[in-house]
């Protein structure tokens, strides 16, 4: 099979013109009638990640984040982007990058990162974009144990948050940066919204809203969909070898101070 095809199969499942007027997804490298035997799943492409597809063979790298935003105006090894193409385009390597219209695709992102916390889907919180959603645990659950199970389930390095830590039970959530639906979470009567990349002024508004408001995280919040990718390669493309990455991993680091 080819680049193409694979690209075909993703398209079928998380269809392109999904994606937000920005975002930059698709087949951003190689050659399409490449044949592929052997395909690596990770969030990110990163030089790590393109080191470990070499090494194992893989002729293909699927990843959620683009590896190309905005314009290039050049491809060499004097620039973080451009030396990512050239380790892959010398080493005869593909990439397809599903974004937007993965955290949108029915199943994609927001749906896996449902499916982790242990709740069940209800509806879509910002319909104009078609990427946050509503959902429901089976019970009402203290704040403080549902916290330990976002931190858990998504194998967070460390897990912020803000609010009244009321008792979960409706939940929003957007994996990613998606603290903008913070609003349309309290508007849609949910007790808690679980995003990433929060800002110092969304933590003081769900303090003022009275909504529980978990940061957990870019990477974990959006790293559950990488199984989803994988399955779906594995069934559609039968005899594909298909690996997950495992030196893609959670960029930041945390230091918690000793309480005095």
């Known amino acids: 099979m080819t ?20 975002d930059n997804v698709g087949h951003l490298a190689g050659r399409e009638g490449a044949e592929v035997s052997t395909v690596l799943v990770a ?11 070499a090494a194992m063979g893989a002729e293909l790298i699927v990843s959620h984040h683009p590896l190309i935003f905005g314009s290039v105006k050049s491809a060499t090894d004097a620039d973080l982007t451009g030396r ?30 449902a499916s982790a916390l242990g709740a069940r889907v209800t509806g879509i ?22 916290l ?12 912020r948050y803000a609010g009244p830590e009321r008792p979960v039970r409706r939940i929003g959530l957007c994996g990613g940066a998606g603290a ?18 929060v800002k110092h002024h969304e933590f003081i508004a769900a303090n003022e809203l009275g909504l529980n408001l978990i940061d957990a995280g870019h990477f974990p919040t959006e790293n559950v969909v990488v199984p989803v990718l994988a399955a779906w390669l594995r069934v559609d493309h039968p005899g594909l070898k ?9 960029p930041e680091r945390f230091y918690v101070r000793d309480r005095p």
Request: hydrophobic share 40%; glycine share 8%; net charge negative.
């Open 242 to 250: 298909v690996y997950e990455s495992s030196r893609c991993r959670q």
């Open 180 to 197: 903008g639906d913070m609003l349309l979470a309290w508007e849609r009567g949910c007790d808690t919204y679980v995003t990433a990349d």
């Open 125 to 146: 919180l910002n319909r104009e974009e078609g990427i946050s959603r509503t959902a429901e645990l089976e019970g009402e659950v203290p704040f403080s144990q549902f």
């Open 43 to 53: 969030l990110d492409i990163t030089d790590e990640v393109i080191d470990e597809a």
């Open 3 to 22: 680049v193409k095809d694979i690209f075909n199969s993703l398209n079928e499942r998380a269809p392109v013109v999904l994606k937000m007027d920005f």
């Open 84 to 113: 990512k193409l050239v380790a892959l385009l010398s080493r005869g390597m593909s990439a397809i990058c599903m974004h937007t219209n993965l955290d949108a695709a029915q199943g994609g992102v927001n749906d896996a990162l």
């Open 148 to 159: 330990r199970s976002v931190s858990t389930a998504l194998g967070a390095a460390g897990v």
